[in-house]
């Protein structure tokens, strides 16, 4: 093979595998969502989260984002500066739930949170709103751990619907969004936010009252695993108490 031809391959097979630790980042980082979830549903009762994406930047993305930051075009300075190559977005129903999930992935022991940015508590000017965890992933690979870089973004539908909204409207009028519709976009983003901490209040209304009610003697015999109902058999739970008396 000529050299060039050889030199190409070797740099592609490097691309490949670039590319590939953030796909594996983001498996990792879907599967300690989904089981935060499920722990989540089991403990109150509810779901706090309503959808999860995921996706790892294109290699088109990855160099114009480099090229805006004036990131050299390395791969190890990429590696380095460009943090949210892979990517989470994690949609609650509330915006406490946000903080409660961020605060149960910065408790996990194999994630470093290096840095949380506040879109909620300190809006962006053009009104976006979201909480951005900026975390690295421990990635095992044939050659050892490599620590990837990935951002989780957090925040409710309405903040979803509305940065989808901003996200298009930036595609369709190339980042130059006429000024009445920015003006429009803020209104729209103060709107969110207010039916986000009235939807809150709600929810706190709900909570109190379940607070108050006690747990019948059903609940007790009964068990959840993910969204699937089983029976506690009496003798079963009379045996554990029994057992745990003895000891
Ligand atoms: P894409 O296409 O979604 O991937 P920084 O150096 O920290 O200032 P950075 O890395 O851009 O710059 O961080 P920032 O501002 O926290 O933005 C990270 C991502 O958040 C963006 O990635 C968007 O996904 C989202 N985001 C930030 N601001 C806005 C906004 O005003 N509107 C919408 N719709 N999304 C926003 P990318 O790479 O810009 O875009």
Not at 5 to 14: C, D, I, T, V, Y
Not at 47 to 72: C, D, G, M, W, Y
Not at 75 to 99: H, K, Q, T, W
Not at 179 to 197: K, N, R
Request: include cysteine; aromatic fraction near 8%.
């Amino acid at each position: 093979m000529p050299m060039d031809l050889q030199k190409l391959e070797a740099l592609k097979q490097e691309i490949v595998r670039f590319m590939m630790t953030y796909k594996f980042a983001v498996d990792e980082l879907t599967t300690k969502v989904e089981i935060l979830k499920q722990e989540f549903q089991y403990m109150h009762d509810y779901n706090p989260i309503e959808h999860v994406t995921s996706r790892v930047k294109s290699p088109e993305s990855i160099l114009q984002k480099a090229v805006r930051k004036q990131v050299p075009l390395t791969l190890p300075s990429i590696r380095e500066n460009i943090r949210d190559i892979a990517g989470l977005r994690i949609v609650c129903s509330f915006v406490s739930d946000i903080y409660k999930i961020s605060e149960m992935l910065q408790k996990q022991a194999c994630l470093s949170v290096a840095e949380c940015k506040d879109y909620i508590k300190r809006p962006k000017p053009n009104g976006y709103r979201s909480l951005h965890l900026i975390v690295q992933v421990p990635v095992f690979m044939t050659e050892g751990i490599e620590k990837v870089w990935a951002e989780i973004q957090i925040r409710t539908i309405a903040m979803d619907f509305w940065a989808s909204l901003e996200h298009k409207l930036n595609y369709k009028y190339n980042y130059e969004i006429p000024q009445p519709l920015l003006d429009e976009l803020c209104t729209a983003a103060e709107a969110v936010a207010q039916l986000d901490s009235r939807m809150e209040r709600i929810h706190q209304e709900i909570n109190n009252f379940k607070a108050n009610n006690h747990q019948t003697c059903e609940d007790l015999h009964e068990l959840r695993l993910n969204n699937h109902r089983f029976h506690l058999p009496r003798s079963f739970l009379n045996m554990l108490l029994a057992a745990d008396e003895n000891s």
